[in-house]
């Protein structure tokens, strides 16, 4: 189950990884996705901080880490195919591979139904 961020980013823990990407609504509202910047390995974000961008054919955005946390992995499928983000933002679409730094951040995050109402 995803968290969501009002920066349009998600957060979900799987047991012992946290995947972090953009939502749906984000996809929609850039259009086709062309390029992903994204941070490297190692780099750690402070809520809210930018941890990359990403590129559509009608605008650049930023990418908001929706926790603080420092990037253990990166989706090399996604910067491979950029489309990821079109096709399956909140699942094969992922960014990051993460380690919280501050798990207690997660219970300041909206579930759908009230990431649904803000986007609404």
């Excluded at 990359?52 to 908001?64: F, L, N, P, T």
């Excluded at 420092?70 to 090399?76: D, F, G, I, R």
């Excluded at 919280?100 to 609404?120: F, T």
């Amino acid at each position: 189950m995803n968290n969501y961020h009002a920066e349009h980013t998600w957060v979900r823990v799987e047991g012992d990884k946290v995947f972090v990407g953009i939502t749906v609504h984000a996809q929609d509202t850039l259009g086709d996705i062309v390029f992903v910047d994204l941070a490297e390995i190692g780099k750690s974000f402070a809520q809210a901080g930018v941890a990359g961008v990403v590129e559509s054919v009608k605008a650049a955005a930023d990418v908001h880490m929706p926790v603080s946390a420092t990037v253990l992995a990166v989706n090399e499928d996604l910067r491979a195919d950029p489309s990821l983000a079109n096709s399956d933002p909140e699942g094969a679409g992922w960014f990051y591979q993460v380690s919280l730094s501050n798990p207690a951040e997660l219970d300041g995050l909206m579930d759908a139904a009230a990431y649904q109402a803000l986007i609404s």
